[in-house]
């Protein structure tokens, strides 16, 4: 009676966790709507802003345009590099059509590149303008519309911008491109009237949040910064508008900008006299600032301040190529946590994996078992261990019967046989709690690695960095319906319930009952719980759990005493039960 009561109790547990889990995802962490209208204000408080959308009306309730149309209603000046494809829009000297070549929006071939950065009153605002703020000169703001010289931008050949105020200040931008995602753009101000002027450049990066990437506990997404030598993940968007709307960096900050899973644009001042902040400045809407020091201009002189502007996918090999060249910190832009010191050395070696075999499925297999390799002299000590404590057992059993009415007693005994018997018990654990780092690395190199994202596997497996599309509700595919999360249990999560059950079936017997029910319910339960993740995180898991059946299967022919005794207490167990049954 106590069994049936303890497994109903197990089963109705695992339905709260299974219901609950979907329940709090849904609850505390949405997905974002798109609003159909914004509020797209540039102003930085203390500094200047011109409150007016794409289309010259009033900022409040906007009807956002799409991308082609915004792009058709200014001059603007191509860009076309290596990696990227776009324009700068010569109202404002905006930096606010950027598209990744290499990166397409989704798996479908055809789907077109990712557009990383697009243009004001867009349903993707997203975009990047250098200016002067000062007092008692006229300065370039928003609405101000530049000249163009040089043509189209490339990585040969850059693009100079100016304005003339018509009060004997010229101001000029002149801007470049790398061969991957780095611009740079040198603002300069010549001074052609008497006296001096006094001025302060600027660079800020604008974008709506609600096309943003959804931060969570384990993977950070939104204002981002490098602070004093520290990559300063602690700000979300929402946090921002709770300071009050504005959130000044402390200290001396490398570079600042807005990051998402896979993408971020940034900017990186340079020189040391600046102060950096982000900024609300409209609902959902928000700028990453850097403000130099104020300057002083002389009649007849010219005084330039450059700017990096990273505008582009977070590739590991990209950005430590642009940390090399001194960019401080920017390899650690992509948010490796607690379990860095692990999961980088494990993305390089997959990487190397994937120029081996050309295929990241095969690659994860690969890293798979080069793991159980490792780690099998831990499991060849934890079997040893599990011999030792299987010998011992019936010493144990005398003990418990003979101290069963002293508890304190029967720990002192029991740890006297422990170290008579050279017995320790925790020698089993080991290999869990050296797993539960790796399992932690590899979710973050899945999860954050962009080389990753649409690769395909074998058969239905399109996209390793998304969940098995291939559910049994639908039909694996047939009905066009998405089930819920905590309901899509695809082929590889069947697979991986499985795959665990055997090797559950395999290990020793647990001595409690209820700890068989739970060994017996927890590969299913494993099984829904895991079925929203990471097709590659599920490939790992699997291999994974068939690496470890083998590994057993061959340390039990090395150890055959111990299969032995398991199968003897298998049966004494088996007879029992039959003899409780016959006793009711």
């Keep these: 009676m106590d069994n049936q009561r303890n497994l109903i109790l197990a089963v109705v547990l695992s339905a709260i966790l299974l219901f609950g889990w979907d329940f709090v995802m849904r609850s505390y962490f949405p997905e974002p709507e798109v609003d159909p209208t914004v509020a797209a204000s540039e102003g930085v408080p203390g500094a200047v802003g011109d409150g007016v959308n794409v289309g010259g009306d009033a900022v409040a ?32 000297a905006r930096i606010d059509d950027i598209e990744l070549k290499s990166h397409r929006k989704t798996v479908e071939e055809d789907s077109g590149p990712v557009q990383l950065m697009a243009p004001r009153g867009t349903a993707d605002q997203h975009f990047a303008r250098f200016d002067w703020v000062g007092e008692g000169v006229t300065v370039p703001d928003a609405q101000t519309v530049w000249t163009a010289e040089g043509g189209e931008l490339t990585q040969d050949s850059p693009v100079r911008l100016s304005w003339d105020n018509g009060e004997g200040q010229v101001f000029t931008q002149t801007i470049s491109i790398d061969d991957a995602y780095m611009l740079t753009v040198e603002q300069g101000v010549t001074n052609n009237a008497e006296g001096t002027i006094a001025l302060t450049p600027r660079g800020l990066i604008n974008r709506d949040s609600r096309n943003a990437d959804q931060s969570n506990f384990n993977v950070h997404s939104g204002p981002i910064a490098v602070s004093d030598g520290t990559v300063d993940f602690s700000w979300d968007y929402d946090e921002i508008d709770e300071e009050g709307g504005r959130v000044d960096m402390a200290g001396q900050v490398g570079w600042i900008g807005f990051t998402d899973i896979y993408w971020m644009s940034a900017l ?25 020091n104020a ?42 946590g ?39 002299p831990v499991a060849q000590k934890q079997f040893h261990s599990m011999a030792q404590m299987r010998a011992v057992q019936p010493k144990m059993k005398a003990l418990q019967e003979r101290y069963k009415d002293d508890k304190p007693k029967l720990q002192q005994e029991m740890a006297k046989l422990y170290k008579e018997e050279k017995v320790n018990p925790l020698a089993g654990c080991l290999p869990i709690f050296i797993q539960i780092p790796i399992f932690f690395a590899l979710y973050k190199v899945l999860r954050l690695a962009i080389e990753m994202r649409h690769e395909p596997f074998y058969g239905w497996i399109r996209d390793l960095s998304a969940p098995d599309p291939a559910t049994i509700l639908n039909l694996f595919g047939l009905l066009p319906f998405d089930p819920p999360g905590f309901l899509a249990i695809g082929v590889l999560a069947v697979l991986l319930g499985f795959t665990m059950w055997l090797q559950f079936k395999l290990n020793p017997a647990a001595m409690d009952p209820m700890q068989q029910q739970i060994f017996m ?46 199968l003897k207490e298998k049966e004494e167990k088996a007879r029992a039960a039959e003899r409780e049954k016959a006793a009711e």
């Design 61 to 92: 309730g906007a009807q956002l345009v799409d991308v082609e149309t915004a792009l058709a209603t200014t001059e603007r000046v191509e860009i076309d590099a290596p990696e990227i494809i776009g324009s700068i829009n010569l109202a404002g």
């Design 268 to 292: 990186i001042p340079e020189t040391d006299d600046t102060r950096a902040l982000f900024t609300s400045v409209g609902p959902q809407t928000y700028a990453a600032v850097v403000l130099y």
């Design 295 to 336: 300057v002083n201009v002389p009649s007849g002189e010219t005084v330039t301040r450059t700017t990096r502007l990273f505008a582009g996918a977070k590739e590991s090999a990209v950005l430590d190529e642009y940390e090399a060249q001194g960019v401080e910190r920017f390899g650690l832009a992509i948010d490796w």
């Design 338 to 376: 607690w379990f860095r010191w692990i999961a980088w050395p494990m993305w390089q070696v997959l990487i190397w994996l994937f120029g081996l075999v050309g295929n990241f499925g095969l690659a994860i297999i690969g890293l798979t078992l080069i793991i159980r390799l490792v780690l099998f």
């Design 521 to 566: 319910i927890m590969p299913w339960v494993l099984m829904f719980v895991m079925a929203p993740f990471a097709a590659g995180l599920l490939l790992y898991w699997i291999s994974n759990n068939v690496l470890t059946l083998a590994q057993q299967k061959y340390l039990y022919s090395r150890n055959p005493q111990l299969r032995e005794q398991m």
